[in-house]
C-alpha cells in the first residue's frame, strides 16, 4: 500500500484538515464489523459549545458522565483524576451473559483508569479488598449506565496501583489495565513493586481483587490487546528514554481460561523483527517484514535490570519509541508508535505509526506512517488511544499540543475532525488543554465515550451514527 502526495483541504476557521491518499486501509479491519461498513468522508465542520467542554458536529451532544473531584455514586470517595485509558462492556442482566448488545438494548459498564502517579491531586480511593499497595495513588473506577445512558452507579474497581495508562478487554468481558511505571517499592513512597497488569471485572471488581500479573512482565505497560482464537496477549511498552520500549507476547499457560486464568502463570516473549533494531527507521507505508521471531524475556520481573535493558542474545531486539495503542483486529494485532524524534535517539522521525502484526504469517506491516516527512499526515500530531468505529474507520485520541482533538480516519484515508476540547485548563497567555484518552464505543454501537485527561471528564457522545 503506498500513499500520494497528501492533498491538504484547508475550511475557513477550522484546525482541521481532510487527508486524501491512494491505497486501501481495509487491512486495519479485516473481519471486523467496520469492514462491512463502506466508511464515510466525517459529519461536517465542529459546532462551538456555548458551555464550553466539547465542541461537537451539528447534530451530535454530549452528556457529562462524571468529572474529577464530584462524589462516587457509591459514597467511597471523590472521583480521582487523570482519566485514561476505557472500555465499554454490556451488563450481565440477563443471566452469566445477560443482554450483550448494550446502549440500545441494554445497560453498559464502563471501566476507567486514573493516571495517577505519587503526586496525584485525586486519589483512588482505597478499598479493603481491591487495593494492592496502600500508598498507590492511581487504579481503576466502574460507571454502570442503565439503557438510557445515565449513570446508576460508580465506583473503585481496583486501588492501591500506579500510573494506569491504558490497557485492553479480555474475551471473557474483563479488563487488563496496565501500569505506565517501573517503581520498585520504597520508591515514590511505594510500599510494593509496581508495573505490573491487573485483571478488572467490570460486574463484580472484588472478584478479581487487586492481584498483579506478575508473570506478564513488570515494564512500563500501555495497553494489551487478546488474540481470541489463541488466547495470546500482545503488550506494548511505553518507555520514556533511550533504548526505547519492546513489543512483547505473553503465551498463558491457561489459555482463554475465563476470568482469573492469567493468573496460572505464562511465557514472556519479546518481538525481534530480523534487521530492524528500531522499528521508527521503517518510514514507507506497506513495508512488510516475514520472519518475525520472538524471544523469551530473561528476567520478565526485571529484579535487577528493565527488561528493555536486558541481553537478548545475538541479533539483539526491536525497539520503538512511544509504543502506545493497542487493538485486535481480524486474524492480526495493530499497535500504535505514537511518535519518533531522531533528537531524542530514535533512528527516524514521524508523527505517529500504525502496526499489524499477523500471528500465521509471523508478518509485520507498517499500515500507516503519519508526517513530517511522509505524504500522510494528521492536522494535529501524535495519535495515543486508538478504536474502530462502527461506522466503518477509527477514531483517534490526539495527544500532542494546543486544542486537543478526536479524529476519525476513514476506511479511505481521510482524516476528519470528530470532537475538540473546549476545556481550557491554562491561561489567555499560556492556554493548555487536556489530551483526549479512552475512546470507546458502547456494544451496539449508539454512544461513543471518551474521556478529557485533566481535568478529568468523561464524555457519552450520542447522535447520527453510521452504522
Known amino acids: 500500500m503506498s500513499a500520494t502526495r497528501r492533498q491538504v483541504l484547508a475550511r475557513t476557521g477550522a484546525l482541521g484538515a481532510g487527508i486524501a491518499f491512494t491505497g486501501s486501509l481495509s487491512e486495519l479491519f479485516a473481519g471486523t464489523a467496520a469492514a462491512q461498513s463502506p466508511g464515510h468522508t466525517g459529519y461536517g465542520p465542529l459546532v462551538p459549545d456555548p458551555d464550553g467542554l466539547l465542541d461537537l458536529p451539528r447534530g451530535f451532544r454530549y452528556r457529562v458522565l462524571s468529572r474529577e473531584g464530584d462524589e462516587l455514586r457509591s459514597g467511597e470517595g471523590p472521583v480521582p483524576s487523570n482519566h485514561d485509558g476505557m472500555a465499554a462492556f454490556a451488563t450481565r442482566s440477563g443471566g452469566r451473559h445477560g443482554d450483550r448488545h448494550g446502549g440500545r438494548h441494554g445497560g453498559v459498564h464502563l471501566v476507567r483508569n486514573h493516571e495517577n502517579r505519587a503526586n496525584a491531586a485525586v486519589p483512588v480511593p482505597t478499598i479493603e479488598g481491591l487495593t494492592y499497595d496502600p500508598e498507590g495513588k492511581g487504579g481503576c473506577t466502574t460507571l454502570t449506565l442503565d439503557s438510557r ?49 491487573f485483571e478488572v471485572d467490570p460486574a463484580d471488581p472484588h472478584r478479581t481483587g487487586a492481584v498483579p500479573l506478575t508473570a506478564m512482565g513488570r515494564f512500563q505497560h500501555e495497553a494489551v490487546a487478546v488474540d481470541p482464537r489463541r488466547g495470546i496477549v500482545y503488550e506494548t511498552e511505553d518507555a520514556f528514554e533511550r533504548p526505547f520500549g519492546l513489543f512483547y507476547r505473553f503465551l498463558p499457560e491457561k489459555p482463554l481460561g475465563g476470568t482469573g486464568s492469567l493468573r496460572a502463570g505464562g ?62 483486529g481480524g486474524r492480526s494485532v495493530y499497535f500504535v508508535s505514537s511518535f519518533a524524534h531522531s533528537d531524542e535517539g530514535s533512528a527516524g522521525d514521524h508523527y505517529g505509526q500504525i502496526w499489524r502484526y499477523d500471528p500465521e504469517r509471523r508478518r509485520l506491516t507498517l499500515v500507516i506512517v503519519f508526517g513530517p516527512d511522509t505524504d500522510v499526515q494528521l ?9 474502530l468505529a462502527p461506522s466503518g474507520g477509527l477514531m483517534v485520541c490526539e495527544d500532542g499540543n494546543g486544542a486537543q482533538h478526536v479524529y476519525g480516519v476513514t476506511r479511505r484515508g481521510e482524516v476528519y475532525e ?41 464524555f457519552a457522545v450520542t447522535g447520527p451514527w453510521r452504522g
Open 149 to 197: 445512558g445515565h449513570v446508576r452507579d460508580e465506583r473503585v474497581a481496583v486501588a492501591g496501583t500506579a500510573v494506569n495508562c491504558a490497557g485492553g478487554p479480555t474475551p471473557w468481558d474483563t479488563w487488563l489495565t496496565c501500569e505506565e511505571t517501573e517503581d520498585k517499592a520504597g520508591t515514590n513512597g511505594y510500599t510494593k513493586d509496581h508495573g505490573f497488569i
Open 379 to 387: 492536522p494535529g500530531e501524535s495519535p495515543d488511544n486508538i478504536c
Open 418 to 458: 470528530m470532537a475538540r476540547g473546549a476545556q481550557n485548563i491554562g491561561t489567555p497567555d499560556d492556554p493548555e488543554w487536556g489530551e483526549f484518552a479512552g475512546v470507546a464505543f458502547s456494544p451496539a454501537g449508539d454512544t461513543m465515550y471518551v474521556n478529557c485527561y485533566t481535568p478529568g471528564t468523561t
Open 267 to 328: 511465557r514472556l516473549q519479546a518481538m525481534r523483527v530480523p534487521g530492524v533494531p528500531d522499528l521508527s527507521s521503517i518510514q514507507e507505508t506497506g513495508a512488510c517484514f516475514d520472519g518475525v521471531e520472538w524471544v523469551d524475556v530473561p528476567d520478565p520481573l526485571a529484579t535487577k535490570t528493565p527488561i528493555r535493558h536486558q541481553d537478548f542474545g545475538r541479533g539483539g531486539i526491536t525497539h520503538a519509541q512511544k509504543l502506545e495503542g493497542c487493538y485486535w
